[in-house]
């Protein structure tokens, strides 16, 4: 009886959040799952702890009951939209995987400050955060994976990349086990309003490009893309797969089929997954860096 109130209440969760979506309103979208997934899948957590001294600056804890590796998920949303929060569908999907789970949030546009590179400087401190902090959660401070979605794979890649940011945090890209990109832009050239307020002027774009570090002392890496996501274009994933192999980088790259943009995230979720295996992916990915 449980269990069948439990698939009502998902199937209603996905109808509901489905239309939500469709129809323009993604932050109720996304409230809806995350309030099914507390239903159905209550998890203990660690709220709002704070990684850095501004406002933006904290990150929430799904941790396993036992010690774990740890998945740092940063959330996309074109640099101007999401919260932590609202990611919880991603939280829940890595912890069934039997992950100890960190999401941060990290400044957005329209804050004057949420100029480039202010939200990769945010990745690293948050990163640096959970490598000193993780062990009182149950996560294994040697084994900590850095994953994200568009914008936040985009900064996922740009740290593990672009040496200075985990060296003003004391650290060094292979102080991560593995980065986990999901449909990220990571070289191109903005050409949309938001994305030239923050990464502009012109003169700048060069040093938002990831291709522009990579130097063969990167992180294990996984990218994952779809030929259906019209949003973030395929090359993105090709040149950076190719730069990374060229300097000998541990690197494996999937391109699906079907799978949209948002799609990319969502089915990261056994809610959502269809034909695609995007966490199976992932997982078997970062089970053979362990």
């Given at each position: 009886m449980i269990k069948n109130i439990v698939i009502l209440i998902a199937v209603l969760a996905i109808l509901a959040a489905g239309f939500v979506w469709f129809i323009g309103d993604r932050d109720r979208g996304l409230w809806v799952l995350t309030t099914a997934l507390k239903i159905t899948n209550p998890i203990e957590t660690a709220d709002d702890i704070a990684y850095g001294d501004e406002s933006w600056q904290k990150l929430d804890i799904y941790p396993q009951a036992e010690t774990a590796p740890v998945v740092i998920f940063i959330h996309g949303g074109s640099w101007r939209h999401g919260r932590k929060d609202q990611y919880r569908f991603a939280a829940d999907a890595f912890y069934r995987q039997g992950y100890t789970v960190v999401l941060p949030d990290y400044i957005k546009y329209p804050d004057e400050r949420a100029k480039y590179p202010s939200f990769a400087i945010d990745g690293a401190k948050a990163i640096a955060w959970v490598k000193d902090n993780i062990s009182k959660y149950n996560g294994n401070a040697d084994q900590v994976f850095v994953a994200g979605h568009s914008a936040g794979a985009h900064t996922a890649l740009m740290v593990a990349a672009d040496k200075q940011f985990l060296?003003?945090?004391?650290?060094?890209?292979?102080?991560?086990?593995?980065?986990?990109?999901?449909?990220?832009?990571?070289?191109?050239?903005?050409?949309?309003?938001?994305?030239?307020?923050v990464f502009g002027p012109p003169k700048n774009y060069p040093l938002m490009d990831a291709l522009n570090y990579i130097d063969g002392d990167e992180p294990s890496?996984?990218?994952?893309?779809?030929?259906?996501?019209?949003?973030?274009?395929?090359?993105n994933q090709e040149k950076l797969a190719s730069a990374l192999k060229a300097k000998g980088v541990d690197t494996q790259d999937v391109l699906y089929n079907k799978p949209g943009h948002i799609d990319m995230v969502t089915h990261l979720h056994p809610?959502?997954?269809?034909?695609?295996?995007?966490?199976?992916?992932?997982?078997?990915?970062i089970q053979k860096r362990l």
């Open positions: 060296n003003a945090e004391g650290l060094a890209p292979k102080d991560i086990k593995g980065v986990i990109g999901i449909a990220g832009p990571y070289s191109f050239v903005p050409d949309w309003e938001v994305t030239q307020a890496t996984l990218l994952l893309h779809s030929s259906g996501d019209v949003q973030v274009g395929q090359y809610w959502f997954t269809k034909d695609d295996n995007l966490m199976a992916d992932i997982h078997t990915f």
